[in-house]
């Protein structure tokens, strides 16, 4: 079975050294008025300093690798203006976002340079940390591993009445792993124009350095005090394990789809590309001086830390994480209108090898489902090797996994890991708008070998 394929450096690589965690910058409106929030990002290539020396060439909204974060609000129309200063084409979706098909970011709706375009966001959802990335067609791996992804924020009046960590005590955290060259250069095979290069990364593309927002083996400053952090997996074809060392419990308060019902104490998270958790770690339970360690336990390559927190002294701290956090509603499978069938295989494209959903590469013409508005329906997955499956428009909650039901109360996912030979059920309710979305797999090699599927709300 094809594993994700590691890229090696050949830039010499330090030793693990200590940078100031960066955050990425936060936008702001250019123009707010009655109705929405306008917000501009222009898409440029930059050059950044990533290792010691080294310049990096990266394409970023704003410039930036993460772009800036968007700040927005559950039910405010925000509009974000997509300039398109590149020399490529481009597509930008928001991942987790409840949007109009026109502004979901479809794989050929294509910006091309020098043209720009508003994507419509009306946030009729709740509170839940979003991103943005580039979705272009056959090149989506290629475009979002040179920099075009960020965080997008949705808050609401329920999650701001509890009383957990804020301000400068809720962290974005966008861990990615690169490669780089010894010009600084991050490399990537050129899966789309180069005949032969895609059999060898047919798992998809690992880098041997995991980066935290853009910056590798970080550190920040903390008080004993709780913390809030939002990880994303914004790889494109590494699932993470991430622990605390020496040890700790890490309080996992919300996921893809926005706050959990209760918390869920663990010693381990696990996140595949695409998914997010927010956590909350309680530094009180450590010691002044002390230095903790994010930890990465899984896959293949790097491995140990990810980052760090270096423990300072007493505060004050309001915070505290109630044992209700919010009420989600159970899906009925009952209600279900109707159970279909996609299976999430590698096969045969384009006379070579590819990733297919029911045996088929993703063909633009071609509508997989079309559930009706309104209906809940019932999506068995099965995978061959490891796919984290993610959906446009539709928040699901996870029915069963080879047969067994999760433990614990539901909860609303838009990516969920397939494991290697696994069946999992999802349920979802098709609301908000009609049109045509695609479910694909986030491993984004995957993704643009063609394991891609339309549905359309009818
Ligand atoms: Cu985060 Cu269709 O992708
Ligand atoms: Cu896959």
């Known amino acids: 079975t094809p594993q994700p394929r590691l890229l090696p450096s050949t830039a010499p690589l330090p030793a693990p050294f200590t940078v100031p965690l960066p955050l990425p910058e936060v936008a702001r409106p250019y123009r707010t008025d009655g109705t929405a929030d306008h917000y501009e ?46 020399g490529v084409p481009t597509v930008t979706h928001l991942h987790g976002g409840r949007t109009p098909p026109e502004s979901d970011g479809y794989p050929t709706d294509l910006v091309r340079p020098g043209a720009r375009k508003d994507y419509t966001f009306p946030l009729d959802q709740r509170a839940a940390t979003l991103w943005y990335h580039d979705h272009r067609m056959d090149y989506t791996g290629q475009q979002v591993w040179r920099g075009l992804a960020g965080f997008f924020l949705v808050r609401d009046d329920e999650e701001d009445a509890l009383p957990l960590p804020e301000g400068e005590r809720d962290v974005p955290l966008m861990v990615c792993d690169r490669s780089f060259a010894e010009d600084g250069s991050m490399p990537y095979p050129g899966l789309a124009d180069r005949p032969g290069v895609r059999e060898a990364y047919m798992g998809g593309v690992l880098g041997d350095v995991i980066l935290v927002n853009g910056a590798p083996w970080p550190e920040l400053r903390v008080e004993r005090a709780r913390y809030r952090f939002r990880l994303l997996n914004g790889s494109n074809a590494r699932p993470y394990e991430f622990a605390l060392a020496p040890g700790g419990t890490i309080v996992q308060i919300g996921g893809d789809g926005g706050l959990l019902a209760a918390p869920r104490r663990l010693r381990r998270v696990r996140l595949a590309p695409g998914e997010r958790a927010d956590v909350v770690v309680d530094f009180s339970a450590y010691r002044a001086g002390d230095l903790v360690e994010l930890r990465n336990l899984a896959g293949e390559g790097p491995q140990g830390r990810v980052m760090r927190f270096a423990v300072g002294g007493d505060a004050r701290d309001d915070s505290a994480i109630p044992e209700t956090l919010s009420r989600i509603e159970r899906l009925d499978p009952a209600k279900a209108a109707v159970t279909r069938d996609f299976a999430f295989t590698g096969g045969s494209l384009h006379g070579g090898t590819g990733w297919l959903v029911n045996d088929r590469p993703f063909d633009t013409r071609r509508v997989e489902a079309r559930p009706r508005l309104g209906d809940t329906e019932i999506w068995r997955l099965t995978s061959d090797v490891a796919h984290p499956v993610h959906l446009h428009l539709a928040h699901f909650q996870v029915l069963s996994v080879n047969g067994e039901r999760p433990a614990g109360p539901p909860e609303w996912k838009d990516t969920v890991e397939l494991r290697e030979v696994q069946t999992v059920e999802i349920i979802t309710r098709f609301t908000g708008y009609r049109g045509r979305y695609v479910m694909h797999c986030h491993n984004l090699e995957h993704e643009d070998m063609a394991m891609m599927a339309n549905f359309e709300v009818v």
């Open 41 to 86: 990002l222009v898409q440029r290539a930059a050059e950044v300093e990533i290792l010691p020396g080294l310049r990096t060439p990266v394409w970023g909204y704003g410039g930036s690798f993460p772009g800036p974060t968007i700040e927005a609000r559950s039910g405010r129309e925000t509009v974000v203006r997509v300039s398109n200063g590149l």
